[in-house]
């Protein structure tokens, strides 16, 4: 599949950015997944588009511990997954994947995770580590091929 985009995102401010710009266009039963070593900025993308469909001040904390985190966004509930901890895929599904793409949309760090069974409807974004900035390759899969993103 031919990547959307790849962005530099010199700093944290630039990788919320592209979570905002992500955000507005989310539709309901699909999933952004996301992917790149620890600290290349996940959950701060992750975080950003949490805020940017619910409030500016939300509380996002990293669901690592929890697997999941429900947010009531404003258009459609939106979950954040983390499945760095799982050990199979069904386990995604049992705290609540398909619910949750069935009801409104995901958020999903490492989606790598559930073994080549992704979301149809998707934007892949896999961060690398670029010196003291971030690269980001966007690949858009499903309902996302075609659709635009403004950064």
């Known amino acids: 599949m031919t990547p959307l985009a790849t962005l530099a995102l010199a700093d944290d401010a630039a990788t919320a950015r592209l979570g905002e710009a992500v955000a ?5 039963r699909e999933a952004v997944c996301l992917t790149g070593p620890l600290g290349a ?8 588009l949490v ?20 947010y009531e966004a404003a258009a459609f509930p939106l979950a ?5 901890r799982l050990s199979s895929p069904d386990e995604a599904y049992e705290i609540g994947l398909d619910e949750a793409l069935e ?5 999903i760090e490492w989606p790598q995770r559930l073994e080549g069974d992704l979301p149809p409807d998707r934007l892949d974004i896999d961060i690398a580590i670029d ?3 971030r690269t980001a390759v966007i690949t858009a899969h499903g309902a996302w091929e075609g659709r635009k993103l403004e950064f």
């Open 24 to 28: 507005a266009r989310l539709r309901t």
């Open 41 to 48: 900025g996940k959950s701060t993308l992750a975080r950003a």
């Open 51 to 70: 805020r940017a469909l619910t409030t500016p001040t939300e509380d996002v904390p990293s669901p690592t511990f929890t697997l999941v985190q429900f």
């Open 80 to 84: 954040h997954f983390d499945l760095y």
């Open 103 to 107: 009801q409104g949309a995901a958020v």
């Open 131 to 133: 010196g003291d900035a």
